[in-house]
């Protein structure tokens, strides 16, 4: 994924900077570049990878993360609808789930939202880790393995 560079300084910080770049991260940095404010989200990793997750999302997430510029629909997704609990004797339980919700891996739905993000505006920086974050003179002065940048506000995600 190409990583757009445009450092940020004293007399031009960025609106908000989001630090780290998993779900609450990107959907929040998509949501607040929709509100008009300028983005910097940094990921210490390089989309995609993966992440240890069951690969279960609750299907009351569906059209938020629609909303959020994901085809769902056009993914083919695996539907979840039951629960199943196996002991090591063999005995088993099973139950239906109210909602259910359907299949996917870290790994493609954060380097979507990624790409999401970026398309909407959203400067992303992957591969940079941020190592200190300090308030002074008004502003966040966050201090990462890419560079020095100033924000008004910092998300920590
Ligand atoms: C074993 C396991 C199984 C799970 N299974 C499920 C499941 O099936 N369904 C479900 O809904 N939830 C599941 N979860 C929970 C789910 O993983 C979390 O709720 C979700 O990842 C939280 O998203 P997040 O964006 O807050 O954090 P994360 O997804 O953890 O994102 C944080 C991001 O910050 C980055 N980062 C960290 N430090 C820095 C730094 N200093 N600088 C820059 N970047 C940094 C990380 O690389 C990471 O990408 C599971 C969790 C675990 C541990």
Same mark, same amino acid.
């Given at each position: 994924?190409n ?18 770049g ?22 210490k ?36 609808? @039951?629960? #199943? ?5 063999? +005995?088993?339980?099973? /139950?239906?789930?109210?909602?259910? $919700? ?34 002074? @003179?008004? #502003? ?5 393995? +890419?560079?020095?940048? /100033?924000?008004?506000?910092?998300? $920590?995600?």
């Open positions: 994924m990583v757009e560079r445009s450092e940020s300084n004293n007399a031009n910080p960025y609106d908000v900077a989001i630090a780290g998993g779900l609450a991260g990107l959907a929040l940095s998509i949501q607040l570049v929709r509100e008009g404010y300028s983005v910097a989200l940094f990921e990793e390089t989309y995609p990878f993966h992440k240890v997750c069951g690969e279960y999302i609750s299907m009351e997430s569906w059209e938020f993360l629609e909303e959020l510029g994901q085809p769902l629909n056009d993914w083919n997704l695996p539907i979840i609808r @039951k629960v #199943l609990i196996s002991a090591p004797n063999g +005995a088993s339980i099973e /139950q239906e789930l109210p909602l259910g $919700g359907f299949g996917i891996s870290r790994h493609k739905i954060d380097a979507a939202l990624a790409v999401f993000a970026q398309t909407s505006g959203v400067v992303l920086y992957e591969a940079t880790k941020v190592m200190d974050i300090a308030f002074e @003179k008004s #502003l966040f002065h966050i201090q990462t393995s +890419a560079g020095n940048f /100033q924000a008004k506000v910092i998300c $920590g995600t």
